[in-house]
C-alpha cells in the first residue's frame, strides 16, 4: 500500500530541537514534489517547507534559518531538522508527496502522512 510513515515529534523546551521523518519507501513513483505541513488548533494546514522534483526548497518565513529539509534518495525518506524551536511551532506536522509541486502548494497532496504531534512548552 502506497503511504507515507512520519516519526519524530514529541514535546521539548523553546530552544530545542526535534528531528522529522518521512518515510516514503512506500511511494513506487520516485519524482515526487514532497513537503511538510502543519496544523495548529483553530487554524488551517499551512506549508512549512518544500522539496521541490530539481532539488529547490523553499521555507516558510516562520521558520527560516530554524528548520532544515534534507532527503536521503536511498532510503526515499524525507526528513526535517527542526531548531530553536519556539512554541508557536506547536502543532501537528503532517507530510505530504505530490506528482505536481503546484498542487503541492495549494495543499492538494497525491498522499498525506497521519500527522506527528510536535510541542514546545515555553
Known amino acids: 500500500q502506497e503511504r507515507l510513515m512520519e516519526s519524530g515529534g514529541g514535546s521539548v523546551q523553546a530552544g530545542g530541537s526535534l528531528r522529522l521523518s518521512c518515510d516514503a519507501s512506500?511511494?513506487?513513483?520516485?519524482?515526487?514534489?514532497m513537503g511538510w505541513f502543519r496544523q495548529t488548533p483553530g487554524h488551517e494546514r499551512e506549508g512549512v517547507t518544500i522539496?521541490?522534483?530539481?532539488?529547490?526548497?523553499s521555507y516558510d518565513n516562520s521558520v527560516k534559518g530554524r528548520f532544515t529539509l534534507s532527503k536521503d534518495k536511498d532510503k526515499n525518506t524525507l526528513y526535517l531538522q527542526m531548531n530553536e524551536l519556539k512554541p508557536e511551532d506547536t502543532g501537528v506536522y503532517y507530510c505530504?508527496?505530490?506528482?505536481?509541486?503546484?498542487?503541492?502548494?495549494?495543499?492538494?497532496?497525491?498522499?498525506w502522512g497521519q500527522g506527528t504531534q510536535v510541542t514546545v512548552s515555553s
Open positions: 512506500a511511494l513506487t513513483y520516485n519524482r515526487y514534489c
Open positions: 522539496l521541490d522534483t530539481d532539488g529547490t526548497t
Open positions: 505530504a508527496a505530490a506528482r505536481v509541486c503546484v498542487d503541492l502548494l495549494r495543499k492538494k497532496a497525491d498522499y
